[in-house]
Protein backbone atom coordinates (compact mmCIF):
# COMPACT_ATOMS: atom_id res chain seq x y z
CA UNK A 1 0.00 0.00 0.00
CA UNK A 2 3.02 2.48 0.80
CA UNK A 3 4.86 1.38 -1.73
CA UNK A 4 2.02 2.29 -4.22
CA UNK A 5 1.31 5.54 -2.71
CA UNK A 6 5.18 6.32 -2.81
CA UNK A 7 5.10 5.46 -6.42
CA UNK A 8 2.26 8.08 -7.39
CA UNK A 9 3.84 10.46 -5.23
CA UNK A 10 6.97 10.08 -7.45
CA UNK A 11 4.96 10.41 -10.71
CA UNK A 12 3.13 13.48 -9.82
CA UNK A 13 6.44 15.26 -8.16
CA UNK A 14 7.65 14.19 -11.96
CA UNK A 15 4.94 15.95 -13.79
CA UNK A 16 5.23 18.59 -11.83
CA UNK A 17 9.07 18.96 -12.91
CA UNK A 18 8.19 18.52 -16.35
CA UNK A 19 5.12 21.30 -16.17
CA UNK A 20 7.57 23.92 -14.47
CA UNK A 21 10.18 22.91 -17.05
CA UNK A 22 8.24 23.61 -20.03
CA UNK A 23 6.38 26.34 -18.44
CA UNK A 24 10.04 27.69 -18.17
CA UNK A 25 11.50 27.09 -21.63
CA UNK A 26 8.25 28.49 -23.17
CA UNK A 27 8.67 31.74 -21.64
CA UNK A 28 12.15 31.96 -22.64
CA UNK A 29 11.51 30.49 -26.44
CA UNK A 30 8.61 33.63 -26.50
CA UNK A 31 10.53 36.03 -25.76
CA UNK A 32 13.01 35.21 -28.37
CA UNK A 33 10.34 34.73 -30.84
CA UNK A 34 8.56 37.75 -30.41
CA UNK A 35 11.97 39.94 -31.29
CA UNK A 36 12.71 38.18 -34.13
CA UNK A 37 9.28 38.35 -35.53
CA UNK A 38 7.39 41.30 -34.54
CA UNK A 39 8.65 43.58 -37.53
CA UNK A 40 7.58 41.71 -40.07
CA UNK A 41 4.28 40.87 -38.41
CA UNK A 42 3.51 44.72 -38.02
CA UNK A 43 3.87 44.62 -41.75
CA UNK A 44 1.34 41.82 -41.71
CA UNK A 45 -1.14 43.68 -40.11
CA UNK A 46 -0.69 46.80 -41.49
CA UNK A 47 -1.10 44.80 -45.07
CA UNK A 48 -4.47 43.14 -43.77
CA UNK A 49 -6.24 46.19 -42.76
CA UNK A 50 -5.48 48.35 -45.71
CA UNK A 51 -8.57 49.85 -46.88
CA UNK A 52 -8.78 47.62 -50.52
CA UNK A 53 -8.22 48.89 -54.08
CA UNK A 54 -5.48 50.03 -56.58
CA UNK A 55 -4.00 51.96 -53.80
CA UNK A 56 -3.43 49.27 -51.49
CA UNK A 57 0.61 48.57 -51.09
CA UNK A 58 2.46 45.24 -51.29
CA UNK A 59 3.93 44.18 -48.00
CA UNK A 60 7.46 45.78 -49.28
CA UNK A 61 5.86 48.83 -50.04
CA UNK A 62 4.17 48.86 -46.32
CA UNK A 63 7.17 47.63 -44.82
CA UNK A 64 9.67 50.96 -46.61
CA UNK A 65 6.61 53.28 -46.00
CA UNK A 66 6.77 52.44 -42.64
CA UNK A 67 10.49 53.17 -41.93
CA UNK A 68 10.35 55.65 -43.90
CA UNK A 69 7.31 57.58 -42.26
CA UNK A 70 8.11 56.61 -38.78
CA UNK A 71 11.58 55.04 -38.44
CA UNK A 72 12.92 51.66 -37.69
CA UNK A 73 10.89 51.98 -34.41
CA UNK A 74 7.87 52.21 -36.02
CA UNK A 75 8.04 48.41 -37.12
CA UNK A 76 8.52 47.52 -33.24
CA UNK A 77 4.67 49.93 -32.44
CA UNK A 78 2.88 47.95 -29.60
CA UNK A 79 5.36 45.22 -28.55
CA UNK A 80 5.35 45.49 -24.49
CA UNK A 81 1.81 43.58 -24.76
CA UNK A 82 2.55 41.02 -27.24
CA UNK A 83 5.79 40.50 -25.99
CA UNK A 84 4.80 39.45 -22.87
CA UNK A 85 1.79 37.74 -24.08
CA UNK A 86 4.02 36.18 -26.00
CA UNK A 87 6.23 34.60 -23.14
CA UNK A 88 2.53 34.01 -21.32
CA UNK A 89 1.91 32.06 -24.84
CA UNK A 90 4.29 29.62 -25.37
CA UNK A 91 4.45 28.71 -21.66
CA UNK A 92 0.70 27.83 -22.03
CA UNK A 93 1.41 26.24 -25.52
CA UNK A 94 4.19 23.86 -24.49
CA UNK A 95 3.02 22.65 -21.00
CA UNK A 96 -0.89 22.37 -22.20
CA UNK A 97 0.80 20.56 -24.68
CA UNK A 98 2.92 17.81 -22.21
CA UNK A 99 -0.04 17.92 -19.95
CA UNK A 100 -2.54 16.71 -23.05
CA UNK A 101 -0.03 14.19 -23.78
CA UNK A 102 0.49 12.58 -20.68
CA UNK A 103 -3.13 12.57 -20.50
CA UNK A 104 -3.66 10.34 -23.55
CA UNK A 105 -0.21 8.70 -23.72
CA UNK A 106 1.36 6.59 -21.25
CA UNK A 107 5.14 6.10 -20.69
CA UNK A 108 7.68 8.26 -22.61
CA UNK A 109 6.25 10.80 -24.35
CA UNK A 110 8.75 10.32 -27.57
CA UNK A 111 7.17 6.99 -28.20
CA UNK A 112 3.70 8.65 -28.30
CA UNK A 113 1.70 8.16 -31.94
CA UNK A 114 1.88 11.48 -34.45
CA UNK A 115 -2.02 10.98 -34.34
CA UNK A 116 -1.85 11.71 -30.91
CA UNK A 117 0.79 14.34 -30.94
CA UNK A 118 -1.68 15.89 -33.47
CA UNK A 119 -4.53 15.60 -31.37
CA UNK A 120 -2.53 17.49 -28.27
CA UNK A 121 -1.39 20.15 -30.52
CA UNK A 122 -5.26 20.95 -31.24
CA UNK A 123 -5.61 20.70 -27.25
CA UNK A 124 -2.79 23.64 -26.90
CA UNK A 125 -4.77 25.63 -29.30
CA UNK A 126 -7.79 25.88 -27.49
CA UNK A 127 -6.10 26.40 -24.23
CA UNK A 128 -3.90 29.15 -25.90
CA UNK A 129 -6.71 30.93 -27.49
CA UNK A 130 -7.58 32.71 -23.94
CA UNK A 131 -4.24 34.09 -23.77
CA UNK A 132 -4.26 35.08 -27.36
CA UNK A 133 -7.56 37.13 -27.62
CA UNK A 134 -6.61 40.14 -25.74
CA UNK A 135 -3.08 40.48 -26.38
CA UNK A 136 -3.80 40.34 -30.44
CA UNK A 137 -6.36 42.64 -29.87
CA UNK A 138 -4.55 45.13 -28.70
CA UNK A 139 -1.56 44.34 -31.00
CA UNK A 140 -3.93 44.65 -33.69
CA UNK A 141 -5.01 48.03 -32.37
CA UNK A 142 -1.51 49.24 -32.27
CA UNK A 143 -0.40 48.23 -35.42
CA UNK A 144 -3.00 49.01 -38.07
CA UNK A 145 -2.72 52.67 -39.76
CA UNK A 146 -6.07 52.64 -41.56
CA UNK A 147 -7.28 55.98 -42.63
CA UNK A 148 -10.04 55.24 -40.16
CA UNK A 149 -8.40 53.41 -37.36
CA UNK A 150 -7.83 55.36 -33.65
CA UNK A 151 -4.36 56.27 -32.74
CA UNK A 152 -3.77 55.15 -29.25
CA UNK A 153 -0.41 56.66 -27.33
CA UNK A 154 0.49 53.26 -25.82
CA UNK A 155 -0.40 49.79 -25.05
CA UNK A 156 -2.23 50.87 -22.08
CA UNK A 157 -4.15 53.80 -23.24
CA UNK A 158 -5.43 51.49 -26.37
CA UNK A 159 -6.21 48.64 -23.28
CA UNK A 160 -8.04 50.99 -21.16
CA UNK A 161 -9.88 52.61 -24.26
CA UNK A 162 -11.04 49.37 -25.02
CA UNK A 163 -12.31 48.50 -21.42
CA UNK A 164 -13.80 51.46 -21.33
CA UNK A 165 -15.80 51.34 -24.34
CA UNK A 166 -17.18 47.27 -23.66
CA UNK A 167 -15.87 46.35 -20.47
CA UNK A 168 -13.77 42.83 -20.20
CA UNK A 169 -15.75 41.07 -23.03
CA UNK A 170 -14.09 43.80 -25.85
CA UNK A 171 -10.75 42.52 -25.02
CA UNK A 172 -12.42 38.93 -26.17
CA UNK A 173 -13.63 40.55 -29.85
CA UNK A 174 -12.93 38.55 -32.00
CA UNK A 175 -12.52 35.03 -30.01
CA UNK A 176 -13.85 32.70 -32.22
CA UNK A 177 -11.97 33.95 -35.01
CA UNK A 178 -9.13 32.83 -32.84
CA UNK A 179 -10.19 29.62 -32.23
CA UNK A 180 -10.59 28.95 -35.52
CA UNK A 181 -7.07 29.53 -36.52
CA UNK A 182 -5.06 28.01 -33.14
CA UNK A 183 -6.84 24.62 -32.74
CA UNK A 184 -5.94 23.41 -36.54
CA UNK A 185 -2.97 26.09 -36.31
CA UNK A 186 -1.42 24.16 -33.89
CA UNK A 187 -2.03 21.08 -34.70
CA UNK A 188 -0.20 21.46 -37.84
CA UNK A 189 2.61 23.33 -35.56
CA UNK A 190 3.37 20.87 -33.33
CA UNK A 191 2.94 18.17 -35.91
CA UNK A 192 5.02 20.12 -38.45
CA UNK A 193 7.71 19.94 -35.74
CA UNK A 194 7.64 16.43 -34.53
CA UNK A 195 7.46 15.49 -38.19
CA UNK A 196 11.07 17.10 -38.61
CA UNK A 197 12.34 15.62 -35.28
CA UNK A 198 11.22 12.20 -36.27
CA UNK A 199 12.91 12.19 -39.34
CA UNK A 200 16.33 13.60 -37.71
CA UNK A 201 16.09 11.28 -34.97
CA UNK A 202 18.69 8.23 -35.13
CA UNK A 203 17.43 5.01 -34.88
CA UNK A 204 17.09 4.30 -31.38
CA UNK A 205 17.77 7.89 -29.89
CA UNK A 206 15.91 10.45 -28.69
CA UNK A 207 15.11 14.04 -29.52
CA UNK A 208 18.33 15.10 -27.31
CA UNK A 209 20.20 13.58 -29.62
CA UNK A 210 19.43 16.21 -32.31
CA UNK A 211 22.05 19.39 -32.67
CA UNK A 212 20.55 22.56 -32.37
CA UNK A 213 20.51 23.16 -35.97
CA UNK A 214 18.85 20.39 -37.06
CA UNK A 215 16.19 21.77 -34.07
CA UNK A 216 16.08 24.96 -36.26
CA UNK A 217 14.75 22.79 -39.19
CA UNK A 218 12.49 21.41 -37.77
CA UNK A 219 11.02 24.40 -36.18
CA UNK A 220 10.74 26.20 -39.68
CA UNK A 221 8.79 23.40 -40.78
CA UNK A 222 6.13 24.31 -38.11
CA UNK A 223 5.96 27.89 -38.33
CA UNK A 224 5.81 27.56 -42.27
CA UNK A 225 2.80 24.75 -41.65
CA UNK A 226 0.93 26.71 -38.92
CA UNK A 227 0.54 29.62 -41.02
CA UNK A 228 -0.30 28.36 -43.88
CA UNK A 229 -3.28 26.06 -42.71
CA UNK A 230 -5.28 28.54 -40.86
CA UNK A 231 -4.56 31.84 -42.51
CA UNK A 232 -7.39 33.07 -43.73
CA UNK A 233 -8.55 33.14 -39.96
CA UNK A 234 -6.08 35.20 -39.42
CA UNK A 235 -7.28 37.42 -41.83
CA UNK A 236 -10.59 37.52 -40.81
CA UNK A 237 -9.57 37.93 -36.97
CA UNK A 238 -7.29 41.00 -37.67
CA UNK A 239 -9.89 42.63 -39.62
CA UNK A 240 -12.71 42.20 -36.87
CA UNK A 241 -10.87 43.37 -34.29
CA UNK A 242 -9.74 46.67 -35.76
CA UNK A 243 -13.04 47.08 -37.39
CA UNK A 244 -11.58 46.99 -41.21
CA UNK A 245 -14.32 44.39 -42.13
CA UNK A 246 -16.18 46.94 -44.69
CA UNK A 247 -19.69 45.82 -43.37
CA UNK A 248 -22.33 47.73 -42.86
CA UNK A 249 -23.17 49.41 -39.87
CA UNK A 250 -25.58 47.51 -38.02
CA UNK A 251 -24.61 44.80 -39.53
CA UNK A 252 -23.88 41.45 -37.81
CA UNK A 253 -20.20 41.06 -37.67
CA UNK A 254 -18.73 37.12 -37.03
CA UNK A 255 -16.33 34.80 -38.64
CA UNK A 256 -18.65 33.98 -41.51
CA UNK A 257 -19.84 37.86 -42.21
CA UNK A 258 -16.66 38.47 -42.17
CA UNK A 259 -14.98 36.22 -44.59
CA UNK A 260 -18.44 36.05 -47.37
CA UNK A 261 -17.67 39.92 -46.81
CA UNK A 262 -14.25 39.62 -47.90
CA UNK A 263 -14.58 37.60 -50.80
CA UNK A 264 -17.13 39.69 -52.23
CA UNK A 265 -14.96 42.93 -52.02
CA UNK A 266 -11.43 41.49 -52.59
CA UNK A 267 -11.61 37.69 -53.90
CA UNK A 268 -10.44 34.86 -52.56
CA UNK A 269 -6.72 36.44 -52.70
CA UNK A 270 -8.35 38.64 -50.36
CA UNK A 271 -8.10 35.95 -47.20
CA UNK A 272 -4.61 35.11 -48.16
CA UNK A 273 -3.46 38.90 -48.28
CA UNK A 274 0.09 38.84 -46.15
CA UNK A 275 0.28 35.31 -46.55
CA UNK A 276 3.57 35.29 -48.15
CA UNK A 277 5.59 37.88 -45.34
CA UNK A 278 4.06 35.69 -42.81
CA UNK A 279 5.12 32.26 -43.92
CA UNK A 280 8.49 33.90 -44.14
CA UNK A 281 8.82 35.71 -40.85
CA UNK A 282 7.59 32.75 -39.55
CA UNK A 283 9.97 30.17 -40.71
CA UNK A 284 13.17 31.90 -38.90
CA UNK A 285 10.96 32.72 -36.10
CA UNK A 286 9.94 29.71 -35.25
CA UNK A 287 13.48 28.29 -35.82
CA UNK A 288 14.68 30.11 -32.86
CA UNK A 289 11.78 29.52 -30.88
CA UNK A 290 11.73 26.14 -30.97
CA UNK A 291 15.68 26.04 -30.35
CA UNK A 292 15.35 28.25 -27.41
CA UNK A 293 13.10 26.31 -25.79
CA UNK A 294 15.04 22.59 -26.16
CA UNK A 295 17.94 24.17 -25.25
CA UNK A 296 16.35 25.47 -22.09
CA UNK A 297 14.83 22.03 -21.76
CA UNK A 298 18.04 20.42 -22.13
CA UNK A 299 19.69 22.70 -19.75
CA UNK A 300 17.05 22.30 -16.90
CA UNK A 301 17.19 18.38 -17.54
CA UNK A 302 21.00 18.26 -17.39
CA UNK A 303 21.30 16.90 -21.40
CA UNK A 304 24.20 17.94 -23.15
CA UNK A 305 23.08 20.96 -25.10
CA UNK A 306 24.69 20.32 -28.66
CA UNK A 307 23.02 16.76 -28.86
CA UNK A 308 25.00 13.47 -28.92
Not at 116 to 125: E, P, Q, T, V
Amino acid sequence: MSSAGGEGAGAAESDALKSRNETLSGMAAGFACKLVEYPLDTVKVQVQTQRPGPDALSPYQMLMRTVRKDGFTGLYRGIPSPLLGSMAENSVLFSSYGFAGRMIHQGDQETMPFHKKLFAGSCSGFAVAMVLTPVELIKCKMQTTNESAVRYKNSMDCIMATLRQGGIRALFHGHVGTLCREVPGNAAWFGGYELGVMLQTPEGGKKSDIHPVGLMVAGALGGAMYWGIPFPFDVVKSKIQTDTHGLPEGAKVNVVSVMRQTVKTEGVSGLYRGCGITVARAAPSNAVLFCVYEMMMRTLNGDPLLGS
